[in-house]
């Protein structure tokens, strides 16, 4: 079964973001929800996943439930994104507009990876 260029495309973008948790871990850290336990072991646990699920939708046998990892974890994450928000520190110095149009693209990746389950 050959897989459609565009997931590989989805993939390098969570291999690459995956990487990228271990690049600069104080980024990620930053945006994690205060309420939320060990900022730093969910960096690492979000790191990893991104990496290996980004891995799996490379593989035809498991990329349907690699892609519905990738809408769970989406899911996971969100809260990350309205934290940015509404939390001046968080928000890494992006304008508030950038950060509004983050939310509803969590749904455009959800939708992105439906497509593949």
């Known amino acids: 079964m050959t897989l459609p260029w565009h997931l590989y495309v989805m993939a390098a973008i969570y291999i690459l973001a995956g990487l990228n948790h271990f690049r600069v871990p104080r980024l990620y850290q930053r945006i ?39 809408i769970a974890l989406l899911i996971a994450v969100f ?7 509404t939390n001046e520190r968080a928000a890494l110095g992006m304008p508030k507009w950038v950060l509004l149009l983050r939310l509803p693209l969590h749904l455009v990746l959800i939708a992105w990876a439906y497509l593949y389950t």
Do not use: Q, R
Request: net charge neutral; with cysteine.
């Open 32 to 70: 994690i929800p205060p309420a939320l336990p060990s900022p730093k072991t969910l960096n690492i646990i979000s790191g990893i996943a991104e990496l290996l699920l980004g891995i799996a939708l490379c593989i035809p046998a498991v990329s349907p439930w690699a892609a519905w990892g990738i």
């Open 79 to 85: 809260p990350a994104n309205v934290f940015m928000y």
